[in-house]
């Protein structure tokens, strides 16, 4: 009896070791936990209307592109925090390393609808992500997917990486032995953390960190978050786009509400203050796609950062991620006097600004007529006293629109 009981701790004992030998151990992030973007040797560099919320640094190399782009948060280059997150991402890329694979032996050509649930999952060469690529927590938290990739990554244009059954952000991580880029318009989850150059494309969105022991920075319009809440609703578009005219149009669209009261957009100029636009009654429970478009007449001149407040009956609320747009500064022009006799005067701040000023007969007939040159401007001041009395449209053409006034000459 004393034996069988033996070999029952035993056989139990072992079950247990061979449980915990394929564990998935998580990094320690340390100072680089706080990084939606880092990298400890290598420059970073911004092209466009980029926003990052998380901070964003670099141990040792050049940092340019911010502005245009905006980071919502702070900024270390070459200082004492960058320093000890450049030790501590060498030690996360290590702790990762050192994670046994799993049973399940992957292709280097992920996606397409491939579902995955946890585990280590290790890929011995150079490996892309096309379509969407799945990864299911089995409604488990705490559940973790560890990559391990033995050479570079690359998502294809529009490609995806979703997290259902509730997995956690968190707890998604891709280690990574060479270059990593994600594609226009792609989306990506989790911490990678690479041994190369990290390369997001226009327009790609990157919900995790970006972490390099080696490598630069490179950005073209994307938006960054490291840590984005869980939505009160399940939101599958928010995009912001210029409209007709000098407006920006607002969408959105969800697939699932619960509870759900309103819709607030909010924007900003530089990611820290920002203001009520509009609020939009939330379907309040729904099952069913529905969308919602608003269009802001009054956007700023500059770049525009909006988001989404999503508020529940119980006042209860969520931040959507932040699109930026940019428009230009709106053409000051006026002509001056009028009613006007003889001499017409163009009042503008921005000369070089302005290509083309036209004066147009109630027959639609130009009337007059100045081009800008590339090494002259308009004049200032000129004669109409050859214009017979009566209504005329002047119409002012520059890098800011176009302007109309109604001009009356007059005996």
């Known amino acids: 009896m004393i034996k069988i009981h033996t070999c029952l701790v035993a056989i139990a004992t072992l079950f247990s070791v061979s449980h915990t030998s394929f564990a998935q151990t998580e990094p320690d992030l340390g100072a680089a936990s706080a990084f939606s973007l880092f990298t400890a040797v290598g420059g970073v560099t911004n092209q466009g209307t980029t926003v990052v919320t998380g901070d964003v640094g670099t141990g040792a190399g050049a940092f340019n592109g911010f502005p245009p782009g905006i980071i919502v948060g702070e900024t270390h280059i070459a200082d004492d925090i960058a320093g000890q997150a450049a030790t501590d991402v060498t030690s996360a890329y290590a702790d990762l390393l050192a994670n046994p694979c799993g049973s399940v032996v992957l292709s280097t050509s992920m996606g397409n609808g491939q579902e995955l649930t946890p585990g280590v999952y290790c890929l011995g060469a150079a490996t892309t992500i096309t379509g969407n690529l ?63 150059a990290i390369n997001l494309l226009e327009s790609a969105s990157l919900f995790g960190r970006g972490l390099s022991i080696a490598g630069a920075i490179n950005l073209q319009s994307n ?35 619960a509870n759900s009261d309103r819709f607030e957009i909010e924007r900003s100029m530089d990611g820290r203050a920002w203001q009520l636009v509009a609020s939009l009654n939330a379907k309040g429970e ?36 932040i699109r930026s747009i940019e428009f230009e500064a709106g053409l000051r022009a006026a002509l001056y006097p009028n009613p006007v006799v003889n001499q017409l005067t163009l009042d503008t701040d921005n000369n070089g600004g302005i290509d083309r000023l036209q004066l147009i ?32 449209v002047g119409r002012i053409t520059g890098k800011g629109g176009t302007r109309y006034q109604k001009i009356l000459k007059v005996n």
């Not at 130009?366 to 004049?379: F, P």
């Open 361 to 392: 007969n109630m027959n639609g007939k130009i009337v007059y007529e100045q081009v800008r040159s590339d090494s002259s401007k308009l004049l200032t001041s000129f004669d109409v006293s050859f214009l017979s009395p009566g209504l005329y």
């Open 286 to 321: 729904s099952k069913v796609l529905a969308e919602y478009v608003y269009t802001d007449k009054m956007p700023e001149a500059g770049i525009n950062l909006y988001r989404l407040k999503m508020i529940d009956q119980d006042n209860s609320f969520a931040y959507s991620t």
């Open 134 to 196: 799945i990864l299911n927590g089995l409604e488990d938290p705490n559940a973790v997917f560890i990559f391990k990739i033995d050479g570079a990554l690359s998502t294809a244009d529009l490609s995806s990486v979703l997290l259902i059954n509730g997995t956690s952000l968190n707890h998604v991580y891709w280690q990574i032995n060479g270059q990593f880029d994600i594609g226009a318009n792609a989306i990506f989850r989790g911490t990678a953390i690479t041994n190369g």
């Open 223 to 257: 938006i960054v978050v490291n840590t984005p809440g869980a939505l009160p609703v399940t939101l599958t578009k928010f995009l912001v786009k210029k409209d007709e005219g000098r407006s920006a149009l607002i969408a959105w669209a969800t697939t699932e509400e």
